[in-house]
C-alpha cells in the first residue's frame, strides 16, 4: 500500500507543478501570439521584440497569482507531510 501511496503523491506532485506553471506559461504563450501577429502585419522582423513584452507579462502575472501559488504548494506540502509516516512503513 505504501508503493501506490507514493506513486499518488508523486502523481499530484507532476499535476501541481503543470497547474502551478499554467498561467505564467499562457501568458508568454498569448503575448507572444499577439507580438507575432503584429510584427506579421507591420513587416517589422526583430527577433529581440517579443522578448521585454513577455518578461513584463510574465512578471505581473507571477505577483498577481504569487499568493494563490504559494498557497497550493503549502496545501500540498501539509498533505504531503501528513502522508510521510504510512509511506515509509
Known sequence: MSAMLAAELIRKAV??????????????????????LIQ???????????????????????????PWMLRKVTEFLVAALQSLPSVGG
Open 40 to 66: 506579421a502585419v507591420t513587416q517589422l522582423q526583430e527577433q529581440t521584440l517579443t522578448f521585454l513584452p513577455k518578461l513584463l507579462t510574465m512578471a505581473v502575472i507571477f505577483v498577481m497569482v504569487l
Open 15 to 36: 499535476m501541481l507543478t503543470l497547474v502551478v506553471s499554467a498561467p505564467l506559461l499562457v501568458s508568454a504563450v498569448v503575448v507572444g501570439l499577439l507580438v507575432t
